[in-house]
């Protein structure tokens, strides 16, 4: 087992500078120079200073040794400083801001796999039964509804119209006078429509693939044998089948990850949620190169460590995995 | 003969399954929609200020926006820029996905390896952040946005050409192509390439409704297409401050995208479905 995760590890090592490669060959797409926003735009800035900006980010030096700088630099996980009026570390900034998104990506995972994965079942054992049908129209729709425009429906419905729940940040302004219980019922509440949103995209997909995984499954020649000894159909759907249907859900889970945090660009904007996407999104418009150069090469690392965890899960939970000749 | 029986084959499967007929109509309604009506309509930037903020009546049957203009005109009208979007863009993606797929899959070992590990590579972007971050560097142009969307979407299309071609490249047919002394390129792109492109038939179809869901997020953020063109996610957001009071600002264009997004992947489906029977429900 530790042989396998260190492999993977290994593996992951081309992958990372793969990832730096690229974000650095976006950013350096763009015309222009990363110093002309601090001073083209600003016309009290000298020529000296301008002078001085380019050799502080050694734009006068050829792109590959600029690239190799950067990389060394990023080993020890120094992304710089944000070209924002506070001036303040990169790293610093993220870091702040991820744990919000994370927190409500995970929340909106479970509630995928809360609801997903029952109706997958339920419409795989009872295929082409009503339910069945109504589910699969259901999952069409939730497939093609654009997140944002259902987001901003449900904020004016349920928000506006109603007041039911608050619509934009995650605490109220009196937060700091609540007590603990209080605290924890005013950030569940703002969060109810940021996660039901990012959850909404997922569940169609989801549902669909438990269904085919589990109608796969039962139809394989051991639930058979479990019919034909005499099992009950609960132990057979339940145990049996179900266990087997959802071992490639953590796969899925591992790969879902980048469109869940890039689908978190759109529900923090708006929302107004402090989170990484809407931190991203503030940095791409007032072009902070600094800051996007960080954010996506965090993205992308974050998508790598969720495909680690899924796959070490994977291996945990199917011995087919562990002991195949391939994983050792 | 055979190619025949299985095209008709093809097309009755296909005229079976109820679903992919409802998004085969809804797509080809978007066509007419994109190419027949603006013959018909108005200019879809007539302002009109005396008919401000209408709402929907016989005159304009989807309302008016904040400067008079008919909605019903620029979802016409923004039917043109979705379709336009999604097609240039998964055309794009596609031309790269299987060019690199049928490449990586046809000479396999180690040539195999390396590209496949820029695909793995490229997948780790979120690459909604990926486009994001292209787009506002240069600048939000519809072109841009096309390539930038097919240059962002083309890993999965390369992946299905790859195993397809891993598997066809051990068939008589390529020997005997080989034995006739057929180049490299021919034997990939006039041999192997017609038997490998169903799957990425299906794969751009959905992608067509992908690409058009992006476009109008990205519209969405306001850095997509720009106004005064008309498309269905900048007409979204143009609604969405006055959503309180005119409500099908940003209703009937959100509809719009889900009914078209929704017909694009019936159809996708469908076509999977009747391409291979043993998938079906």
Redesign the interface.
């Given at each position: 087992m530790l042989r396998y995760i260190f492999r993977r590890l290994l593996m992951m090592i081309?992958?990372l500078i793969?990832?730096t490669l690229?974000s650095f060959i976006?950013?350096n797409?763009?015309?222009g120079e990363p110093t002309d926003l601090q001073t083209q735009m600003n016309p009290d800035v000298s020529a000296e200073y301008q002078q001085r900006l380019r050799l502080q980010y050694d734009l006068d030096k050829p792109l590959l040794v600029r690239y190799g700088k950067w990389l060394g630099r990023l080993a020890v996980l120094d992304f710089g400083r944000s070209f924002a009026s506070d001036h303040r570390l990169v790293r610093d900034k993220v870091l702040e801001r991820l744990p919000v998104t994370i927190m409500i990506n995970l929340l909106a995972i479970l509630v995928i796999l809360v609801v997903a994965i029952p109706l997958g079942i339920v419409a795989a054992i009872r295929?082409?039964s009503f339910f069945d049908k109504s589910t699969t129209i259901l999952v069409?729709?939730g497939?093609?509804?654009?997140s944002?425009?259902l987001a901003?429906?449900l904020?004016?419905l349920l928000g506006?119209?109603y007041g039911l729940l608050p619509v934009s940040g995650i605490k109220s302004l009196g937060y700091e006078y609540l007590g603990p219980v209080g605290r924890f019922f005013d950030v569940a509440r703002h969060l109810i429509l940021p996660v039901l949103i990012s959850a909404f995209g997922g569940l169609a997909g989801f549902s669909r693939y438990m269904r085919s995984n589990m109608l796969e499954v039962i139809g394989q020649d051991f639930i058979l044998t479990a019919r034909a000894k005499g099992l009950p159909e609960q132990v057979v759907i339940g145990k049996h089948a179900l266990r087997n249907a959802l071992l490639p859900l953590i796969t899925i889970l591992g790969l879902s990850v980048?469109?869940l945090?890039?689908?978190s660009?759109?529900f923090e904007?708006i929302f107004a949620i402090p989170g990484m996407g809407k931190l991203?999104?503030d940095g791409?418009?007032m072009?902070d190169y600094p800051l996007?150069m960080g954010?996506?090469v965090m993205?992308?690392v974050l998508?790598?460590a969720g495909?680690l965890l899924a796959d070490i899960a994977y291996a945990i939970a199917d011995p087919r995995i562990r002991h195949s000749p391939a994983s050792r | 003969m055979t190619v025949i029986w299985v095209q008709q084959n093809f097309i009755a499967r296909m005229l079976r399954n109820r679903m992919a007929v409802c998004g085969g109509i809804i797509v080809l309604f978007m066509f007419f929609l994109a190419f027949v009506a603006p013959f018909f309509c108005q200019d879809p930037g007539a302002i009109d200020v005396s008919r401000r903020l209408s709402p929907p009546s016989p005159a304009h049957f989807l309302g008016t926006d904040d400067l008079g203009r008919d909605v019903l005109t620029r979802i016409v009208h923004g039917a043109r820029i979705s379709l336009l979007v999604g097609f240039v863009a998964i055309g794009i993606a596609s031309v790269i996905g299987v060019t690199y797929g049928a490449l990586a899959g046809y000479y396999g070992g180690k040539t195999d390896a390396v590209m496949m590990r820029l695909v793995d590579i490229m997948l780790c972007f979120p690459t909604f952040f990926l486009i994001l971050a292209v787009i506002a560097l240069l600048e939000p142009s519809i072109w841009n946005i096309m390539i930038i969307i097919g240059l962002t979407g083309w890993m999965g299309i390369a992946r299905m050409v790859r195993a397809e071609f891993l598997s066809l490249r051990e068939r008589d047919f390529v020997l005997a192509a080989r034995v006739v002394g057929g180049s490299d390129l021919r034997i990939i792109f006039r041999h192997i390439l017609p038997s490998a492109l169903s799957p990425v038939l299906v794969a751009a179809t959905l992608g067509i409704a992908g690409a058009i869901l992006t476009e109008s997020a990205l519209s969405f953020l306001g850095i997509g297409v720009q106004p005064p063109t008309p498309s269905w996610g900048n007409m979204l957001i143009a609604g969405k401050q006055t959503l309180g009071t005119a409500w099908w600002l940003s209703f009937f264009p959100g509809c719009a995208i889900l009914v078209t997004v929704l017909g694009y992947n019936l159809l996708g489906e469908g076509v999977r479905d009747a391409l291979d029977p043993r998938l079906g429900d």
């Open positions: 081309p992958l793969g990832i690229i976006v950013i797409l763009a015309p295929r082409n069409f729709i497939f093609a509804m654009p944002f425009w901003l429906l904020m004016d506006v119209r980048p469109g945090i890039g689908g660009v759109i904007t991203f999104y791409v418009m072009r996007i954010v996506l993205g992308a998508t790598l495909n | -």
